[in-house]
């Protein structure tokens, strides 16, 4: 037996006590760094409210509304910078090359008037410490065009882009909306940012959205709810809902948003928008963590038709299809032909479009009607229709699986699903994005995922194009939504009000409102795009939008072929939509944020 010495019992003691006490020092250290620790927004309802709509309608009529909406005030800016954030992508590119703006000149000028209207909650709360990142980044592009020319730094020449904030972006990280989640910097930037930043765009923040895009309203407990720009009270829509209340007023020319079942076209109504939901893969996908593997598709939104042209041909360089945009662009011999189907879009067994969207809709018939270049015909899908084939539900079995993945991937972060679900918030009937991840039996059981993965698609493919081949309709012409947007507090109360098909009004929830226009069909990979068509007599946003052939089900497999489908469909609607403006009555009105000249 060995017997130490008590002279060296207590330094060892002392020693291994300290040892003890910094090993968990270090790991309550890592412990506190896991989660992200986040101050609350006041601008998300309390805790305490969580799905009760009574509550959470009563939250947003009284303290959300308690905030008044900024006016724009042209006195804080000169007459040449009113005109510099007035412009259009398009028009800012056609100012740098001629050299009559920097990129720097330009982002500081932007991110000035960001950080003005912080209170609209636009961006992912993080975001607003970081835009010097995007003043550094168009310095370097300054630099890069004095000493090579201004075309080393073409096609998009330092033009400002936000990512959507479920992207993974390393200078933006934003937990995809996640609080815990916020403070992990992405390990790799997603696919599209990667685009971007090889087309010498400025990524240009991560914009607001809820948690992993799960709902029809933007709004987080640690970002906030975001503000519309046409009225405070109403609703800016989601997924995109934080992009889109950026580019419409005015503090970008366009931004990339993503659309699931509508989180592209839904805030590009509510905004007042352009928004371009194309055919699956058109844009990539990888990092955006998705919330199925069939719907979900990186889009873009915008305040004119040029600039999603300008856009799309910017990030699919290395597959754009000259020839068929030119074939779109010049196509003659015979009229292109519109479908404008009444069911289920403009009226079904049990609720029709109001008022408001039927008065824009049916002036959209009457332009391209009057047009020389354009038939419209009435027919209807057969009984068999597409649209109820596949249930919603059926899309999102691998949800929970897909946010894992991207956090292990594009995080690196050791943090549960449940400690993810438990952080998400709530607010009454508009917002409650951990429903699918609690409710994991909605989405079906994996032989109903598989079969609607294979042959129900197939089949439902084959009955969306016989529409087209039975009738030689080019493009599909339906109403954006059943009602313009929507109050805040009318979406969290479940208080829309909606027409019914036999004239009465009745209340439903939010997604009556936009469901089948933005949700049906969305496994398909089918070309969409949402056009503004003014504004409502009382006020609000409208639009309409336009649906293309469905890429065969033999062919969704290759990408290529959702871009030639993507940017033949994009070219004929611009030429749609060229006629449709041609109507005063139906062209895009800026709200009341938008820069302007004094008077």
């Not at 698609?457 to 529409?467: D, K, M, S, T």
């Not at 929507?486 to 036999?502: D, F, K, R």
């Amino acid at each position: 037996m060995v017997h130490l010495s008590p002279h060296f019992s207590f330094p060892c003691g002392l020693i291994a006590g300290a040892t003890i006490a910094l090993c968990l020092q270090w790991l309550l250290s890592k412990e506190k760094g896991r989660l992200t620790r986040y101050t609350r927004s006041t601008d998300f309802p309390p805790r305490s409210i969580g799905c009760n709509k009574e509550r959470a309608a009563e939250w947003y009529l009284n303290e959300f509304a308690a905030i008044p909406m900024l006016p724009h005030d042209p006195t804080l800016w000169t007459p040449r910078e009113t005109q510099l954030l007035q412009l259009t992508a398009t028009e800012y590119i056609r100012e740098r090359r001629a050299g009559r703006v920097s990129c720097e000149q330009y982002v500081r000028l932007l991110v000035r008037r960001v950080h003005l209207y912080r209170y609209m909650n636009q961006w992912i709360f993080s975001s607003y410490a970081r835009f010097k990142l995007c003043v550094e980044a168009a310095r370097a592009l300054d630099t890069m065009a004095a000493k090579e020319g201004i075309e080393a730094i073409a096609p998009l020449y330092g033009l400002p882009v936000p990512m959507k904030g479920t992207g993974a972006i390393v200078d933006f990280p934003s937990g995809a909306g996640v609080g815990v989640l916020s403070g992990h910097t992405p390990c790799k930037d997603c696919d599209i940012v990667q685009r971007l930043r090889a087309a010498h765009a400025i990524v240009f923040g991560a914009t607001n959205v809820p948690e992993f895009a799960a709902s029809v309203n933007t709004a987080n407990p640690a970002s906030g709810q975001t503000r519309n720009p046409y009225d405070h009270m109403l609703s800016p829509g989601g997924s995109s809902g934080g992009a889109a209340s950026a580019v419409t007023m005015g503090l970008c020319p366009l931004a990339v948003s993503e659309d699931t079942g509508g989180s592209t076209r839904i805030p590009a109504l509510f905004n007042g928008l352009f928004g371009f939901d194309p055919a699956r893969n058109h844009y990539p996908n990888g990092g955006n963590p998705g919330m199925s593997y069939t719907r979900d598709q990186v889009g873009v939104l915008a305040r004119t038709m040029d600039d999603l042209l300008l856009y799309d041909q910017a990030v699919v360089v290395d597959r754009s299809d000259a020839e068929s945009a030119a074939a779109a662009q010049t196509r003659s011999g015979r009229r292109i032909v519109i479908g404008a189907p009444q069911r289920p879009f403009v009226v079904d067994d049990e609720l029709r479009i109001d008022a408001h969207m039927r008065a824009k809709y049916d002036l959209a018939v009457a332009a391209l009607h009057q047009s020389d270049a354009f038939t419209v015909t009435a027919e209807e899908f057969p009984p068999e229709t597409p649209f109820d084939l596949i249930p919603n539900s059926a899309a999102f079995h691998s949800f929970t699986g897909q946010v894992a993945q991207w956090v292990h991937e594009y995080l690196d972060a050791p943090v549960s699903i449940r400690e993810i679900v438990e952080d998400i918030g709530a607010a009454g009937a508009s917002h409650n994005p951990a429903f699918i991840h609690k409710n994991q039996h909605i989405a079906g059981g994996e032989t109903q995922f598989r079969q609607f993965l294979g042959p129900k698609i197939a089949e439902q493919a084959a009955r969306y194009n016989h529409y087209f081949d039975t009738h030689g309709v080019d493009l599909i012409l339906i109403p954006a939504a059943r009602s313009p947007p929507p109050t805040l507090a009318q979406t969290a109360g479940a208080t829309v009000p909606i027409e019914a098909s036999n004239g009465h009004v009745c209340h439903r929830d939010v997604w009556a409102a936009v469901y089948p226009h933005n949700s049906v069909c969305k496994d398909l990979h089918i070309p969409k795009l949402a056009v503004p068509t003014g504004l409502s007599a009382d006020g609000r946003p409208t639009g309409i939008q336009l649906w293309g052939r469905a890429v065969p089900y033999e062919e969704m497999f290759d990408d290529g072929a959702s871009t030639r489908q993507s940017v033949a469909f994009l070219h004929l609607a611009a030429r749609a939509v060229q006629v449709m403006h041609s109507d005063t009555q139906l062209r895009r009105v800026a709200p009341p944020l938008f820069p302007a000249v004094e008077r």
